[in-house]
């Protein structure tokens, strides 16, 4: 086992008006680094201009994501051994705008998950006297997995369908919808249904699968959407139902 690895880093750096290029970083191969140490590695002891995002280093906060080797990881969680003999490449997540090195603009995504309302919606409230709004191991169960989303926006630097066509919803906003439409205290399903029942929205969809894949996780959008879907075209088929009986 060699005892250093390559880093090739994307470099931009907007001041100097070229376009971004790789810079190679050689950093000591240890067994218990990560890419994440790496790149701190070269912050500390060898190119302090590198610029990058991190915050708890435990694959919580979601603000480590990036390009590696291709595939969009956390890499607070990627090891180097498993990289080995190298090189590693790191750039910024796909599909979005880079704004210095690997710091990518994700006003986008907020935006977008905003616009999804992901919140509790009542239509009306039950009088404090009558207590809290109870809810069995059960309901949920039916939307946990969908609660787990850390808005790290691998999903969507790994859906071709953002990539072509940024107006789509994507994967995280859309399965965070979905979970507060299987939560039972939730009365806004048919107010996000009306949202994203569109071109941009579930429709846009084409199944690929790959922002399940690379969900650090376990949410599933893929599984998230299609759910969703069911649930519009079931609204579609009733509304048209109703239309035929008057």
């Known amino acids: 086992m060699p005892t250093n690895i390559t880093l090739e880093v994307l470099r931009y750096m907007p001041e100097d008006g070229g376009a971004p290029v790789f810079q190679e970083y050689e950093v000591p191969l240890r067994s ?81 998950l905003k616009d999804v309302k992901p919140w509790v919606i009542r239509k009306e409230e039950k009088p404090l006297s009558e207590g809290e709004y109870r809810q069995t191991p059960e309901e949920l169960a039916d939307f946990k997995q969908y609660s787990m989303c850390i808005n790290c926006m691998l999903c969507y630097s790994a859906c071709p369908v953002y990539g072509l066509e940024p107006g789509f919803t994507g994967p995280a906003a859309l399965a965070l919808a979905q979970r507060y439409n299987l939560d039972n205290r939730d009365q806004g399903n048919e107010e996000r249904m009306e949202l994203l029942s569109n071109d941009e929205g579930i429709w846009s969809c084409t199944m690929v699968g790959e922002c399940s894949e690379v969900c650090p996780k376990g949410v599933d959008p893929a599984g998230a959407i299609q759910r969703y879907k069911l649930a519009g075209a079931a609204d579609w088929w009733k509304s048209l139902i109703t239309r035929k009986s008057k």
Do not use: Q
Request: with cysteine; charged share 20%.
């Open 32 to 112: 218990d680094w990560v890419v994440l140490d790496a790149l701190n590695h070269v912050k500390d002891h060898i190119d302090g201009t590198l610029s990058y995002r991190w915050s708890c280093r435990m694959g919580v906060c979601g603000s480590c994501g990036m390009m590696v080797n291709g595939e969009p990881t956390l890499t607070c969680a990627a090891f180097l051994e498993s990289f080995a003999p190298g090189p590693i490449r790191v750039e910024p997540l796909a599909h979005f705008p880079v704004i210095r090195d690997l710091v990518v603009e994700g006003s986008d995504f907020m935006t977008k």
